[in-house]
C-alpha cells in the first residue's frame, strides 16, 4: 500500500478503503460520545480510542483534524436500540437507581458522569475534541431539524411525538445491511409502540412527554428529542454538512447510525459521511463483560489505588492493553495482557532515560538512526494500514530495545535519533514516558472548551503559515480576534491571551 493514505474499514461498503478527504489536508471526523447515566466501561474507552488513533494518525500525516466528539445527556431510551424509541430515559432511569439517589436532579447527575468521564479521558492520555457539544445544548438546532423534515413531509406527528417516514428514504439499511423490514417489524412489535405510527420501523425524532424529567417546549408541546437526531445536528453544526468520518462502537451501527444518515441525507440531499468506523466489542478473559458476572470493569475500577478501591493498574498499562488488539478485531481483555502491556510501558520508559542520558555523551556516529527510521516508517505504516496497532506497537518497542542495547555506542547523535524515535512513537500512541500527573497538574484546564479551540485554531493557523496560505492564516486570526483572543507571534511560535475588557 502507498506510504501517505490512511486506510480504514468502511462499514458502509464493507471494506478497507483510503479515506479520501473531501478538502485537501482537513479530516472532519465526528465520532459518538457516551450517554452519562454511568460511568463508562471500558468496552466504550475501546471505541473512543480508535478515535483518538484516528486523530493521531491524521496528524502524523500532517493533516488538520477538526474532531468533535459528543456528550449525550437526554433522550437516549431503555429499549433504543430497536429504533422504536421506547422504554425509559437513561438518564432518569439513573437518576432513580441506588446509585442516582444522591443527586438532586438529573442534570446534577448527568454533570457529575461527564465530569468523570473527562477525568477518564485525561488519564488514559486521550486526545481533546475541537469540540465537545451536549445534546442538551443542541435542543434548539434539534427542533429545527425535526421541523424541517416535518415541512418536507419525511416526518409525520402522532399523539406520542414526531416519527421519521422511513418509506421516504429509500436507502434506509444502506449501512447496516438491515433492510429486512418483516425481521424488524418483528422486533419492535415485541416491544410498546405507538399504535399511529405509519410504519413499525419509523423512529422517533420527538417525543412528547410532559411528565419527563427533562422537557423542552416545541412546536408539538412539551417533550424531548429522540436519541439519534443529536448527532445529525451536532456534526451539521460543527462540521458541516458532510464529513469525512463517522465513528462509534459496533453497537450503534444499527440503529443509532443508520438513523443519522436517514435524518442526515433527508436534510442536506448530500452524502452525510464518506467513511463509517466501528469498533468492536470487548470481552473480558473470553467473557461478555457483564455486572453479574464480576467481569464489568471501568477505568477507574481498574487504574484507582486500591485505597479507593480501584486495582492500582498504571493509565499507560491499561491504554496500551486497550489498544494491543486491532479496532476492528474480536478483543479479549485479559489480566496478562494488562501484565504485558505494563512491561512494555516500563521498556519505552527506560529507552527515553537511556535516550535522556546520553544526549549529554560525546559526540560520535549515530549507530541507530537508520534502523530507527526504518521502524519509525513501520510504526507508521502499520497505523496507516487500518490502524494495525499490534504491528505499530511491536515496532515502537523493537526501537525501545535497540535503544536499550546501545551501551557503549550511547553518544549524543544516538541519542538525538533514539528521542525522535520514542517521541513519534509517543505521539502516535498516546503513550507519554514522563508521569503525567507530575508533569500536568494544569490539566484539568485543558477541558475548557474555549482554550482547545483556541489551540486547535493556533495549529491550524501554524499549518496554514507553513503552506503559505496566509489568507487562511489572517482568516484564523480574524476568528480568533472575534472570539476575544489576541495571538502575539514570537520567535519561539505563537502565544496567545484573552483580550481584558477597557
Ligand atoms: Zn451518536
Redesign the pocket.
Known sequence: MSNDKLSLFNTLTGSVEPVRTIEDGKLRFYS?GPTVYSYAHIGNFRSFLTADLIVRTARALGWEVDYVT?V?DVGHLTDDDLADASGEDRMAKALKSDEGRRFANVYDLARYYTEVLLDDWHSLNLIEPTVRPRATEHIRQQIEAVEHLVEQGIAYETEKGVYFDISRFPDYGKLSGNRDAENLEQAVRDVVQDEEKRNARDFALWKKDPGHLMQWYSPWGWGFPGWHI??SVMSMEYLGEQIDIHA?GED?IFP?HEC?IAQSESISRKTFANHWVHTRFLQVEGEKMSKSKGNFFTVRDLIATPDEGGRGVDPMALRLALISGQYRKPYNFTFETLKASMKHVERLRSAFETARGGLDAADGPDRVGDRLADLRSSMLAAMLDDLNTPSAIAAAIEGAKLIQGLGENLNASSARSALDFLQSASSLLGIPYHDQEAEDPSASASHDPLETRVEELLRQRATARESKDFERADQIREELDEMGIEVMDGPGGSSWRRKTEI
Open positions: 459518538c459528543n449525550t443529536e448527532c462509534g450503534l443509532h443519522e
